[in-house]
């Protein structure tokens, strides 16, 4: 059974900054995608950013130059670095895993809150 753990979540003051990880334990093969999406109230939930398996990486227009995402030195952990934030990216974040380009994962989500 494949785990993604998230932490890192909580309540920042707008232009603060967070750090999200997540951990996936369990039968995981080296995922080759692993991402961020997030989800508010009344929104679809969203793509933020992403990374494979060979590091390429993308994050979505609105936290470009704001959010990076990276993977940890285990090749089973990703990390989305928020910088900057804003009220509107107040949402659970989900961090997400694609395996063998079929079996997706997620997490259970963390709340990002961020205050005017």
């Known amino acids: 059974q494949v785990q993604l753990v998230e932490s890192g979540g909580g309540l920042v003051q707008a232009g603060g900054s967070l750090r999200l990880s997540c951990a996936a334990s369990g039968r995981i093969f080296r995922p080759n995608i692993l991402g961020w999406f997030r989800e508010s109230p009344g929104k679809q939930r969203e793509l933020v950013a992403a990374i494979t398996s060979d590091g390429a990486s993308d994050v979505t227009q609105a936290v470009a130059g704001r959010f990076t995402i990276s993977r940890g030195n285990d090749e089973n952990t990703v990390n989305l670095q928020m910088n900057s934030l804003k009220p509107e990216d107040t949402a659970v974040y989900y961090c997400?895993?694609?395996?063998?380009?079929?079996?997706?994962?997620w997490g259970q989500g963390t709340q990002v809150t961020v205050s005017s």
């Open positions: 997400h895993a694609v395996v063998g380009g079929a079996q997706h994962y």
